[in-house]
């Protein structure tokens, strides 16, 4: 399976996205335009089950020029292979974000994937299963500008102010966990040490990281990335895993929180805090002159100070 797939090299993925959007990449901004899916040939489908009163087919956008898919309810997870010889055995399954309702496959997923990989790590992106939306673009679009009400005032730590910690992401969670064991499966094959294992997850994804890190009994991950996800503090478990974790001051998840950081803390668990003065909300690997943009370059150097980058 792994020759195939070194066959197939991500490098080909984003040829063909690239093609895609070639002919409207002047578009850089905010306005959600049409996209055809991309084709996905390293995706592996991960078997579990479709979405209740799903009324679209899967559908891709683009907005601020990344690509978007929406309406997901067949997970996959695609591979990102190292270089032959560079692979250290750590692997990290990526869970893009999106409100659980789309998925920014570019900005937080492939472009995150590959960084990974160019550092020696077999990267796995995690196209996992969405909450229904409207099956015409234009009524998405109306959904997605629709007005917002102003943000919460500004709490103390000990109060979780994000509406998505109460979802039920039981679908999300159990392609989580698809994702983990299929990777055990084939770890042999693709160079990847089990008990080096993590999880990074932006936004939404870092919901989902930290969801699985709490209720998941299969996934036992080494370490977790939550970024730009909610800040409100949680129950650890015995045994958490090491966690590096990223926001930005202008973010609106952050609203003067420190809560999960707190309990990692007072669970006398390793934790790492990184708080930038700016950088909004879906950075991914950063956008121009934000302080923000050092975050993989410090989550790199964390991994490798805890012992995670080692050879296999």
């Not at 901004?29 to 040939?41: M, Q, S």
């Not at 909450?131 to 015409?136: H, N, Q």
């Not at 998405?140 to 500004?154: I, L, S, V, Y």
């Not at 420190?258 to 700016?278: M, T």
Request: hydrophobic share 40%; net charge positive; glycine share 10%.
């Amino acid at each position: 399976m792994k020759n195939f797939y070194n066959k197939l090299h991500y490098h080909l993925l984003y040829v063909i996205l690239f093609q895609c959007l070639a002919l409207t990449s002047f578009a850089q901004d905010g306005t959600i335009y049409p996209l055809d899916a991309p084709k996905e040939p390293n995706a592996i489908p991960l078997g579990t089950g479709a979405v209740k009163d799903q009324p679209a087919k899967e559908t891709w956008f683009r907005q601020w020029g990344d690509p978007m898919a929406r309406n997901i309810s067949t997970a996959t997870l695609t591979p990102f292979f190292p270089e032959k010889g560079k692979a250290n055995g750590a692997a990290v399954i990526v869970a893009p974000g999106g409100g659980y309702r789309w998925l920014s496959m570019g900005n937080e997923g492939w472009e995150v994937a590959e960084a990974l990989a160019k550092k020696g790590i077999t990267a796995f992106v995690l196209k996992y299963r969405l909450f229904p939306t409207a099956e015409k673009l234009e009524d998405f679009t109306a959904w997605m500008n629709r007005p917002r009400p102003p943000a919460p005032p500004k709490t103390d730590s000990t109060k979780n102010t994000n509406p998505m910690a109460q979802m039920d992401l039981s679908n999300q969670l159990q392609d989580a966990e698809a994702a983990y064991a299929l990777i055990l499966k084939n770890a042999k094959e693709w160079g990847v040490d089990v008990q080096r294992i993590g999880m990074i997850g932006f936004s939404a994804g870092a919901g989902l990281t930290m969801h699985c890190t709490l209720n998941s009994k299969t996934m036992k991950l080494a370490f977790i990335g939550p970024i730009y996800g909610g800040m409100g503090p949680v129950k650890v478990p015995e045994n958490a895993p090491p966690m590096f974790n990223v926001i930005a001051s202008d973010d609106f998840l952050f609203n003067g929180q420190f809560g999960i950081i707190d309990s990692w803390f007072k669970a006398k668990r390793p934790v790492e805090f990184h708080l930038y003065q700016n950088g909004g909300h879906g950075f991914g690997l950063g956008n121009p002159n934000r302080t923000s943009n050092k975050w993989f370059d410090a989550i790199t150097h964390w991994l490798e100070v805890n012992k995670f980058l080692g050879k296999l």
